[in-house]
């Protein structure tokens, strides 16, 4: 079957660096996004990541191995905005989007 | 501005009704998409549209319906016979053309049947 992992809820200090962790297992494998989502509004696109490594994007990063089904964010310098859902979603062989059920992000001050 | 755009925010369904969702977008995208989300659980699909007049049955279709009569609007209509109807629904729209084919997502509606 396929299947998203995902922690459900990680807590991290202002300022400081969060890693958040993705595996997946998907009937072939078209590249990997992360969303992030605040309570009750709509997710919105962070990264996509269809190679291998790490992609840099302002404080946010995002890294793939696709030969161990895994994917990584890494957010910088962390604010009290990004507290927030933190949504995984894999695309399998027929570009559909298989989700993970997100990670919830708490910044404490 | 271009965006997606969902009507209405809140929605409040006595049981036994029927309630159609709105979506429409304006940013030109081909396909279009209805996702369930309830809580402690990923985004769930329910109907997909990769052109107009045609769609498909995404994993949690029974007791939804929609249409895709335009390339800008596709509404979904909640029946009576979705046991459990109570969630946040999302609209998302995106080109659809493949493998770096970004989902953008409309504001949500979160119905409550009452």
């Known amino acids: 079957g396929q299947n998203i992992d995902q922690p459900t809820e990680m807590t991290a200090t202002e300022g400081a660096i969060v890693q958040i962790n993705c595996t997946y297992q998907?009937?072939?494998?078209?590249?990997l996004f992360w969303y992030q989502q605040h309570a009750g509004e709509a997710p919105t696109f962070l990264s996509y990541?269809?190679l291998d490594g790490l992609e840099e994007k302002g404080r946010f990063s995002s890294f793939l191995s696709r030969s161990k089904g895994y994917s990584y964010l890494l957010l910088k310098e962390l604010q009290m905005k990004d507290s927030a859902s933190y949504l995984c979603?894999?695309?399998?062989?027929?570009?559909?989007?298989?989700w993970g059920a997100g990670t919830k992000l708490i910044i404490k001050p | 501005d271009g965006g997606i755009t969902q009507s209405p925010k809140y929605l409040f369904r006595k049981e036994g009704q029927n309630v159609t969702l709105s979506c429409e977008q304006n940013?030109?995208?081909?396909?279009m998409y209805w996702y369930r989300q309830d809580p402690g659980q990923g985004l769930r699909l329910i109907y997909y549209?990769?052109?107009?007049?045609?769609?498909q049955k995404g994993d949690i279709a029974e007791g939804y319906s929609v249409s895709r009569e335009k390339k800008e609007s596709f509404p979904l209509t909640v029946t009576s016979a979705q046991k459990n109807p109570t969630a946040f629904y999302l609209c998302?729209?995106?080109?659809?053309?493949?493998?770096?084919?970004?989902?953008?997502f409309g504001p949500g509606t979160r119905l409550t049947v009452l």
């Open positions: 998907t009937s072939g494998f078209n590249g």
């Open positions: 979603a894999a695309t399998d062989s027929n570009y559909q989007l298989i």
């Open positions: 549209s990769q052109i107009v007049n045609d769609f």
């Open positions: 990541n269809v």
């Open positions: 940013l030109n995208h081909d396909a």
């Open positions: 998302a729209s995106s080109t659809g053309q493949g493998h770096t084919d970004t989902q953008y």
